[in-house]
């Protein structure tokens, strides 16, 4: 395997492990899975949502985001 | 010791898990068209740095393969043999460049690309060389290339436009199709879909348990349920409903006129299920893929493109007709 590849896979694993993490802290508060999770950490970031609300789209960004992780993110997941 | 084993592992797992299954209708006798898949071509391995995990992808009637690869933010091309033959793009924000590389179509001279951060389509031709960006008052979630100038686009809005609109190369829509089905709630009118290659639509619903097929003239000739068309479940997340299951991810058509549509949770193999049906609607089987795709693209010779290894391969598999 590259160093290229091992940097990657080593970065997937690392956001994955940090990922979990936060979902270990989060998840009994929250009773959602790893979608529903960014999502409200999404439409509650004040930095994307001024950004996408001066751009007149609001929290659609969020929403694009939660049926492409649905979608894609998911079944990777698990 | 341990690779090896695996590799038998997965070898057993892809010669059991590719061929028909009955796990939607067990008391289904399909009629005369029996489908079965046999893989012949793969591209990108673990190995290598081909894929990192590609999200959309075209072929044109070449069979040249164009893939968006959101780890390296790269437009990739190949040719119908699997060679990387060119690459263009990269992270940034500039003409042709991307953040958040997401849905890919092609015509036959120019490629459709969507970024998560840009609101319009970026249009490059087949060497990919960026040429302009359509510019929509929407983010688009999904799209299908008809023609050089003839885009379908479905953009994400909470209350606005509730159809596919039918969009020129200026961005201009010429036609609506409308009337898609919106349950109350967020989200519920998520859907992608293709041309049918006989100048309608295939719409399947992310959200909801329900698959149409539209003619040319915008009428629904059909709508159909395959999981018992109950309601998908919703959480109360932040003030939101968000839905919480998906019942089907993507849809194609071939050249006979079956239509292939992915399953989601609600499938028996999530992802992996290929729901097909003839241009009626009626089940004819199910199709199960080794591991889980978020796409089932069908190019002009009936060859399906699925994702493997997470995304860091393309599967090809020729369909056979028995």
Redo the contacts between chains.
């Keep these: 395997?590259?160093g290229?590849?091992l940097r990657?896979r080593f970065r997937s694993v690392a956001i994955l492990v940090l990922a979990a993490g936060l979902l270990a802290v989060l998840a009994p508060g929250?009773?959602?899975?790893i979608c529903?999770e960014a999502?409200?950490r999404c439409?509650?970031d004040p930095d994307i949502i001024q950004f996408f609300n001066f751009?007149g789209?609001?929290?659609?960004?969020c929403?694009?985001?939660?049926?492409?992780c649905?979608?894609?993110v998911?079944?990777?997941l698990g | 010791m341990v690779l090896p084993k695996l590799m038998f592992a997965a070898a057993v797992l892809a010669v059991l898990a590719v061929g028909p299954d009955a796990s939607l209708a067990p008391t289904f006798h399909p009629p005369k068209a029996v489908l079965s898949l046999r893989e012949n071509l793969s591209i990108g391995r673990?190995?290598?740095?081909v894929l990192?995990q590609w999200?959309g992808l075209a072929v044109d009637r070449a069979g040249n393969i164009y893939v968006l690869d959101m780890?390296d933010d790269l437009l990739k091309k190949f040719d119908a043999n699997g060679n990387a033959v060119g690459r263009a793009g990269g992270k940034g924000q500039g003409p042709g460049e991307f953040l958040a590389p997401?849905l890919l179509d092609c015509s036959d001279r120019f490629l459709f690309a969507t970024d998560?951060?840009v609101?319009g389509i970026m249009v490059f031709n087949h060497d990919l060389e960026y040429l302009r960006l359509i510019r929509t008052p929407?983010?688009v979630?999904h799209l299908a290339a008809l023609s050089d100038d003839r885009i379908a686009v479905k953009g994400?809005?909470?209350e606005g436009e509730n159809a596919i609109l039918i969009l020129d190369g200026e961005g201009k829509v010429v036609r609506r199709l409308v009337s898609l089905d919106r349950k109350p709630g967020?989200?519920q009118d998520?859907v992608s879909f293709a041309s049918d290659g006989r100048g309608g639509f295939l719409i399947a619903y992310?959200f909801q348990d329900r698959v149409e097929r539209w003619s040319d003239t915008s009428t629904r000739v059909w709508a159909k349920a395959y999981f018992g068309g109950e309601p998908v479940a919703t959480?109360k997340?932040?003030g939101?409903a968000?839905p919480?299951e998906?019942c089907f991810?993507d849809v194609s058509a071939d050249s006979r006129g079956f239509i292939y549509v992915l399953g989601?949770n609600r499938a028996k193999h999530?992802?992996r299920d290929i729901i097909v049906l003839d241009s009626g609607g009626s089940l004819i089987q199910v199709l199960t893929l080794p591991e889980?795709?978020?796409c089932a693209y069908i190019d002009r010779q009936d060859r399906l493109y699925v994702r493997g290894n997470?995304?860091m391969t393309i599967r090809r598999y020729e369909i056979r007709y028995e």
Excluded at chain 1, 63 to 68: D, I, P, Q, R
Excluded at chain 2, 46 to 49: A, I, K, S, T, Y
């Design positions: 395997m590259s290229r590849r990657v929250l009773g959602a899975g529903e999502f409200v439409f509650y751009m789209s609001g929290g659609i960004y929403a694009l985001g939660y049926v492409f649905r979608t894609y998911e079944p990777i | 673990l190995d290598d740095d990192y999200t780890m997401r998560q951060n609101m929407f983010p979630s994400l809005s909470l967020w989200l998520s992310l959480e997340i932040g939101f968000l919480t998906t991810k989601g999530p992802g889980p795709s978020h997470d995304g």
